[in-house]
């Protein structure tokens, strides 16, 4: 039983956005943090002031955060990024908009005195004295301060206030992680009203002090309380009057979703996973209820998420072909016209979408990457539309002519006729590379479509009815947008783009078949139709061996496959070497070929090369980042790991972006999060001649001087299955319908009363909508009885003695 919270996160585009270069324009994107931690980097838009990213994330973390902030910056080759403004949305704004908070909303100034973070240990006790009491506290420790000085640390002291009376602590150099152990005495009335205040300041010899936070504590409550400890969260300085420069900074429009779940043990599901399992295997030959019933009762801004949710149930139930195989038939048994199949957001349709992410996202970038990687390399001009066409010079130096627009047309449309036939003959040649259960499913779908439209009239429409998914929902969102499919770091330029969507619309033309109707929209991409037309053949013939896979070869192919582990994530890091020792110790990074599987976090010289295992995944402890100051980069990581002797061990690897980073780290805790040994403290420092560069201990072995994150992940398409979590989903969904369900319910069973569930129900059509109801009962009855349920405190935080 566990309480888990995730956010939902789409960045959808800036408006009237300040300039920050000489040129009048910006080059904006967005790092978005959690309780100030980064974990998302947009791509960079390039010289606008309205960019546009349409970027989503998932984000799991443990439900003690306390907010995210979307930091707009300005990237600069040659210096420092601009910052241009933030919106901060706090856990409680978010969880007062249950469907999710989304809209335009005013970038606002950032102030340095209230970017703060981190915590600080205290120990308060009210003692007595001759004449009065006194009030102690002790300042012990404080950790994840913001780096304030250029060293990429702070040098902190404290300095504590009571009834005007001042008190500081020593100065800690160069330390983010700083331990006083300092205790300090004030006289105590009682029923004094003033508060105590405990502020967190970066002392500097030239400069002003920068402040890092403080807390404020109720001393009436502590008085009550007599002693209390703990680590209290540092707050923002909101005494000063505050400059608000909204709508002078621009917008920002956003999507975003905080869901909290009270995940239930297995056994609680069972019944529900049972029941719906149950519906599937009988398909159309059973009653049928309730998977229509889901679909009738769901609405279409939850549509998609609720047809993932089901994909991935029945996938990890090995059902996702049948639970699809039901929807095509559902789908077909209410079409009458073959030119409207699968084109509405039904959730077949939906469903489909989300199979093909989970389980070809794989097979996608084996056949797209090299043909989107080469359109980026080539950065061509390419235009088809005479009436967009830009005539530009052509030519060696002094001899310089005006390119004519028929030129323009014919190497563009040559350009686009070699992108298509690379691109067809890498599909034609991955029909075996195409994972079973994808190919399966295919099949199902291709004779279902066939059997409801048989005759020549209606040769094409089995295979329209696959390329409307393959082409039109997979290939050619891809293609436009290979940044959203992980094909690409960054978005395209505006001439690439341009590239992109032609390339699209040539994809779409072939997945039609070549209809007249889709030639017809737009007649200047007449210049293709003799590669389209070619395509056509070759795309029919491609869907002809795809679906040719019987029982006996799919599942020798999914066993051949799954022999074969797929890594988890791969990709180049540096990792870190040490030379010689004592003083004349250095270090460096060298450039390996990384591969994480379920088994091992392994490494090569090159990505054909033979791999060595590094580390045993189940040996891994944490993997946590590492601060900057340490190796002069923020995107270092290091996983803590035990050798074959039991001995602890850390491997700091570097890795070239945010972005990269966190996915980096978020692949290796949900492949360890069953480890056994997990830490719960670590060094974000490394240990160097004879103590931690974080916290200054000199004691190697030592507890860690902050809290592990290993909770905190970015969820990906190829994420294990979660099936507790999908179950838990599914009844959330269930219960926000219930009541349309009690009315089916009543209708089926001629006017029962609502909330009545027969205890013993027959063979009747609408059986299964009873157990169903029953089982929701039962699933709201453990839910109340669950210690989980209640709300969400955080451990060890004296929250109710700040203000």
């Known amino acids: 039983m566990a309480k888990r919270s995730s956010l939902s996160i789409r960045i959808v585009e800036g408006k009237n956005l300040p300039a920050k270069d000489i040129t009048g324009s910006s080059d904006p994107y967005c790092i978005v943090k959690v309780d100030n931690e980064p974990i998302i980097r947009t791509a960079t838009v390039w010289k606008t002031l309205c960019p546009f990213w349409g970027e989503e994330y998932q984000v799991h973390l443990p439900p003690t955060f306390h907010a995210v902030a979307f930091y707009v910056m300005d990237e600069d080759a040659l210096s420092r990024d601009d910052v241009i403004g933030k919106v901060c949305l706090t856990r409680d704004t978010l969880a007062s908009h249950p469907k999710g908070f989304s809209g335009w909303t005013h970038l606002m100034e950032v102030d340095p005195d209230e ?11 009210v003692l007595p004295g001759a004449r009065a009491r006194r009030l102690r506290c002790s300042v012990l420790e ?36 700083p331990r006083w152990n300092e205790t300090f005495e004030f006289e105590l009335e009682e029923g004094a009203a003033e508060a105590l205040c405990v ?6 010899l030239v400069s002003r002090n920068d402040f890092l936070g403080k807390v404020v504590i109720d001393v009436q409550r502590l008085w009550a309380a007599q002693q209390e400890e703990g680590w209290f969260r540092l707050q923002p300085d909101q005494s000063k009057s505050r400059r608000r420069d909204e709508g002078n900074l621009g917008s920002l429009q956003l999507e975003v979703r905080l869901r909290d779940e009270t995940v239930l043990p297995s056994s609680c ?128 130096s002094g001899l310089h002519r005006p390119q004519t627009e028929a030129e323009v047309l014919e190497q563009s449309a040559q350009t686009l006729r070699a992108h298509m036939g690379a691109l067809l003959s890498a599909l034609c040649r991955s029909v075996r590379a195409c994972p079973a259960v994808v190919r399966a499913t295919f099949r199902q779908l291709f004779r279902r479509v066939r059997e409801r439209f048989p005759g020549a009239q209606h040769e094409n429409v089995p295979f329209i009815a696959v390329t409307s998914f393959l082409c039109l929902r997979f290939f050619s969102p891809a293609i436009m947008s290979p940044k959203l499919f992980h094909l690409r770091e960054r978005h395209a330029d505006a001439r690439t783009s341009r ?27 007449e210049p293709l139709q003799p590669t389209v037309r070619q395509g056509v053949a070759q795309l029919k013939d491609f869907i002809t061996k795809l679906v040719d896979i019987e029982e006996k070869d799919e599942l020798d192919l999914q066993r051949t496959l799954s022999l074969q582990a797929p890594p988890v994530k791969e990709g180049p890091l540096f990792i870190h070497r040490t030379k010689g020792k004592g003083p004349l110790m250095s270090s460096s990074f ?11 976090l392994s490494f090569a010289k090159t990505p054909s090369s033979k791999k060595s295992a590094l580390i045993k995944l ?67 420092g490394v240990f160097r001649g004879d103590k931690w560069s974080c916290c200054h201990q000199r004691e190697k072995t030592g507890r860690g001087c902050d809290k592990t994150r290993s909770r905190v992940t970015l969820q990906e398409w190829n994420d294990p299955l979660d099936h507790d979590l999908e179950a838990q989903l599914i009844y959330r969904h269930l219960l926000s319908v219930e009541a349309m369900l009690w009315e089916k319910h009543q209708e089926l069973s001629g006017g029962a009363e609502a909330g009545t569930v027969p205890a013993s129900p027959g063979e009747a059509p609408e059986d299964s909508l009873a157990r169903l109801l029953r089982v929701l009962q039962d699933l709201r009855e453990a839910h109340s009885s669950s210690p989980a349920s209640s709300p969400t405190s955080e451990p060890n935080c004296l929250l109710e003695l700040q203000t």
């Open 115 to 125: 970017e703060v973070q981190g915590e600080i240990h205290l120990r308060l006790e």
């Open 142 to 177: 404080a950790r994840d301060l913001a780096p304030k000085d250029r060293n990429g640390a702070s040098d902190p002291f404290v300095r504590v206030r009571y009834k005007g009376r001042t008190q500081e602590t020593s100065v800690v150099k160069k330390s983010c992680y």
């Open 199 to 204: 502020e967190a300041w970066d002392w500097d």
């Open 269 to 396: 599901y069972q019944p529900l996973v049972q029941l719906l399992c149950h519906e599937v295997k009988l398909g159309m030959q059973g009653p049928g209820q309730l998977i229509p019933l889901i679909e009738e009762t769901t609405s279409t801004e939850c549509r998609q998420d609720v047809a993932t949710t089901l994909l991935k149930l029945f996938l990890g139930q090995g059902l996702a072909k049948d639970f699809l195989d039901l929807l095509f038939q559902l789908e077909l048994s209410r079409t009458s016209e073959a030119n409207t199949l699968f084109r509405s957001n039904s959730l077949a349709s939906k469903s489909m979408e989300s199979f093909l992410k989970v389980a070809g996202m794989r097979y996608l970038h084996g056949v797209l990457g090299p043909i989107i990687n080469k359109v980026f390399e080539e950065k061509k001009y390419v235009e088809l539309d005479p009436s967009k066409v830009e005539v530009k010079d052509v030519g060696c």
């Open 499 to 525: 590239t992109l969507l032609l390339l699209a619309k040539a994809v779409q033309n072939v997945g039609n078949m070549d209809t007249p109707a889709s030639r017809a929209k737009e007649a200047w991409m």
């Open 590 to 600: 060298k450039k390996l070929y990384f591969s994480l599987t379920t088994e091992a």
């Open 618 to 684: 189940a040996n891994v402890r944490a993997a946590e980042k590492v601060e900057e100051k340490s190796f002069g980069s923020s995107h270092v990581m290091q996983v803590i790991y035990t050798d074959d002797a039991g001995r602890p061990q850390t491997a700091y690897l570097q890795c070239k972006c945010v972005n990269e980073l966190n996915q980096w780290l978020s692949a290796l805790r949900k492949v360890s999060i069953n480890n056994t040994g997990l830490l719960g403290s670590y060094h974000p």
